[in-house]
């Protein structure tokens, strides 16, 4: 139980880092270019979901995890079209709706 809830912990920060980093550009994000960060957090946030996922098997929520997965592929696809430039304002909002929308999925208790 110690191992799953310091993975989640870890996830749980990966992902309001990563938010965080968004908010960060509220004024710039249409002439900054992004670092690496947002790829490294996204790399943490995937190899640990995938862990919690493996040590929670077979009870595991699906009705949360494929909709989260989606979402976590669509903010993959918008990163890759827009490497190495700048947001545009449907890009950069779409990115802020998308996160808040996997967090209110990661919260919500049937």
Request: charged share 10%; hydrophobic share 55%.
């Amino acid at each position: 139980m110690l191992l799953f809830n310091t993975i989640l912990l870890i996830h749980f920060l990966c992902f309001a880092i990563y938010l965080c980093v968004l908010l960060a550009q509220w004024r710039d994000y249409d002439t900054r270019v992004r670092n690496a960060s947002g790829l490294i957090l996204g790399i943490i946030l995937l190899i640990s979901g995938i862990a919690l996922v493996a040590l929670k098997y077979p009870h595991v929520n699906y009705y949360k995890i494929v909709p989260k997965t989606s979402l976590f592929a669509l903010v993959t696809i918008i990163n890759i079209r827009f490497t190495g430039k700048p947001y545009t304002k449907q890009a950069y909002y779409a990115l802020i709706a998308i996160a808040i929308l996997a967090a209110c999925i990661a919260v919500y208790r049937v």
